[in-house]
């Protein structure tokens, strides 16, 4: 029974906080850099019409990036919302999402990435959908901070609409595909594409 009113409770926070909002500027992630670190760009992957009106995302970051010396090769997937208000633009869990993909999760739970900016926790996956497996990070990206836990977002959500009158948020996702045969290897590698991403964004989102 709490969990309805929390949920009616937040939205109605969230539209009373941001009733003077002050939405920024979509980022023109067209213009993020085709490398960082060790990580190339490989290439663009568009997201289907159907798809992108099913997400509701104001601006979108879909590639694959690779680190050619070691073979890894990663996703990189990054959702920005210009506002919350209405409660219907709003970020989909991948915990939904991959499931409904087919992708079943084997083990979960989350992780500290240490970063040039500052160590952020993210979740961690790992999935497997017939043969093929992969580790999974994501997180939820505002201006304030990095969050990993789905109610976490929710509730600073409302905190951030009262004090900075904006409710955009981005959801990033990290994919990467698991080919040396070890799920530990394949974990750290992600970390790795994450510790080089995180910088990189912060400069590109609105902050």
């Not at 309805?4 to 969230?14: E, K």
């Not at 919302?81 to 739970?109: D, F, K, V």
Request: proline share 7%; charged share 20%.
């Amino acid at each position: 029974m709490l969990l309805p009113m929390f949920l009616v409770a937040q939205f109605a926070l969230a539209h009373w906080a941001a009733g003077g909002e002050h939405p920024p500027a979509p980022p023109d992630l067209s213009r993020f850099p085709v490398g960082f670190g060790e990580w190339k760009q490989l290439r663009e992957d568009p997201i289907s019409a159907d798809i992108a009106t099913e997400l509701g995302f104001d601006r979108v970051l879909s590639r694959t990036y690779a680190q050619q010396s070691a073979g890894l090769v990663g996703s990189v997937l990054v959702l920005w919302y210009q506002s919350q208000r209405s409660g219907n633009s709003q970020p989909h869990s991948p915990t939904m999402c991959l499931p409904g993909s087919g992708w079943i999760p084997e083990a979960t739970g989350e992780v500290t990435v240490g970063t040039p900016d500052g160590a952020i926790t993210v979740n961690r996956y790992l999935v497997a959908k017939g043969k093929e497996r992969a580790a999974v990070l994501f997180w939820y990206q505002r201006p304030r901070r990095v969050v990993a836990g789905e109610w976490a977002a929710k509730l600073w959500l409302v905190a951030d609409s009262i004090r900075d009158k904006r409710t955009d948020t981005s959801l990033v996702r990290i994919i990467l595909w698991e080919t040396t045969g070890n799920d530990n290897t394949a974990m750290a590698a992600a970390a790795d594409l994450a510790r080089s991403l995180y910088p990189v964004l912060r400069e590109h989102l609105p902050r």
